[in-house]
């Protein structure tokens, strides 16, 4: 079942204390950095962007800043009086908007907004069904627009585990469940792999999907205290940048993040048009669709 939004509203102290923290800013720094490799490719403009569950807007002022227009959806009221916050603070207010509702039931207006960007970072662990969320996570992207998707690594468990914790025996427990719980909002995650999210996006009608990881190495170095040294910080983050798209470390890595593209065409990426050969599917994909796998 989805959280209560009073567990999110209550641990806001601890949240932004970890967002500051060096492991916290990696989250932010890297997915950015891997958001404006896309970006340049939707235009030079502004792009109006949907922040789905987008807490008190660590990725939204973020980009923001960089003059793109962002809504921000949340169904924590504590969460979207802090987005407004930074909001003021980094004198962004008039390309910032607070919507509180679910950001898997969302209002007409923003389910059918064309945006250019969604982002659903930090939402698929919390949910039960996550084609019908990654399903609703699609439906405001216009055709050709970017999604992002971050969700925990659910292949880090048992390392991150095994390092941090020095308990071999709950890492070898933690190879067979995707259960863990998350200790700032006293909450039960549900973890994926990109190896499983990547499959029901490309049916949903993405395309161009790439892989990312996210804290590759921060999680594994044990000495938290020296992460706040900013020379050592500066080093880390320059490692992280270097290795969030270079295998395997993006397999192990925290995260995962994954971006696609939604295809222009609301045909399936492995049917065939009208007037290709009878039977033709994967012979036609590999010659005409980028976007298609052998199916």
């Not at 980009?63 to 959806?73: F, N, P, S, Y």
């Not at 050709?144 to 969700?151: M, R």
Request: a negative charge; aromatic letters at 6%; charged letters at 20%.
């Amino acid at each position: 079942m989805p959280e209560a939004p009073e567990k999110f509203n209550a641990a806001m102290t601890t949240w932004q204390e970890w967002q500051d923290a060096p492991w916290g800013r990696l989250r932010y720094s890297i997915a950015e950095a891997n958001l404006l490799c896309h970006l340049d490719g939707l235009g030079g403009g502004p792009l109006r962007i949907l922040d789905l569950a987008g807490g008190d807007g660590g990725d939204a002022i973020r980009l923001a800043a960089r003059g793109h227009h962002v809504t921000i959806v949340d169904y924590a009221p504590a969460m979207l009086a802090a987005a407004t916050e930074r909001a003021v603070a980094g004198g962004v207010t008039a390309l910032i908007n607070c919507v509180e509702a679910d950001a898997t039931d969302l209002p007409r207006d923003l389910a059918d907004g064309e945006f250019d960007v969604v982002l659903c970072h930090n939402l698929l662990q919390y949910v039960d069904d996550t084609p019908g969320t990654l399903t609703s996570v699609l439906a405001p992207l216009k055709p050709g627009g970017l999604v992002s998707v971050i969700a925990t690594n659910r292949h880090s468990a048992p390392l991150n585990i095994a390092v941090r914790e020095m308990d071999p025996a709950a890492a070898l427990a933690a190879l067979g469940t995707d259960q863990a719980r998350t200790q700032i909002f006293d909450s039960v995650l549900t973890l994926h792999t990109a190896e499983e999210i990547i499959p029901t996006l490309r049916k949903l009608g993405c395309r161009d999907i790439a892989h990312y990881g996210i804290r590759s190495f921060c999680d594994y170095i044990t000495d938290d205290a020296r992460k706040h040294d900013p020379d050592f910080y500066a080093d880390l983050e320059r490692l992280e940048l270097a290795t969030t798209a270079r295998p395997p470390y993006m397999h192990t890595a925290r995260l995962f993040q994954l971006t696609a593209w939604r295809q222009t065409s609301r045909r399936s990426a492995c049917s065939p048009p009208s007037g290709a050969p009878p039977g033709c599917t994967t012979a036609w994909s590999r010659r005409r669709c980028r976007s298609c796998r052998p199916c």
